[in-house]
């Protein structure tokens, strides 16, 4: 049982980078998915959701925090039993380490890639 996270990274502000969240182990789509961040002496916050379901396309019903709506975009796709987190207009507020989760019968969660914006 396994997520992991790639596609964070360096990027200017206004700048966009799509994280990708790879899981093994486990049947993906019956999972409720979810990115979650945290800042240097923050508490980790939710930021966008998807429920499970949507056939092999991956389709679910969407949720953002305010501070993301907008500029974010959640997806998933069942048959590769991979999440992604589409992000544009990228301001430096948005620099965490982004976690992947699944949560059904358990939570799972992924070990967290480096979201950092600056110039």
């Known amino acids: 049982v396994q997520l992991v996270e790639s596609g964070g990274g360096l990027v200017q502000p206004g700048g966009s980078l799509r994280l990708s969240c790879a899981a093994s182990?486990?049947?993906?789509?019956?999972?409720?998915m979810s990115w979650y961040r945290q800042a240097p002496g923050k508490e980790r916050e939710l930021v966008a959701t998807?429920?499970?379901?949507?056939?092999?396309?991956?389709?679910?019903?969407?949720d953002y925090a305010d501070s993301v709506k907008g500029r974010f975009t959640i997806s998933r796709d069942n048959a590769k039993s991979t999440m992604y987190l589409q992000m544009n207009s990228l301001k430096a507020e948005d620099t965490a380490v982004y976690y992947c989760?699944?949560?059904?019968?358990?939570?799972?969660w992924g070990q967290g890639t480096q979201v950092t914006v600056s110039s």
């Open positions: 989760n699944g949560r059904y019968t358990i939570h799972i």
């Open positions: 182990g486990f049947i993906f789509s019956n999972y409720i």
């Open positions: 998807i429920t499970s379901g949507g056939g092999t396309s991956g389709g679910g019903t969407t």
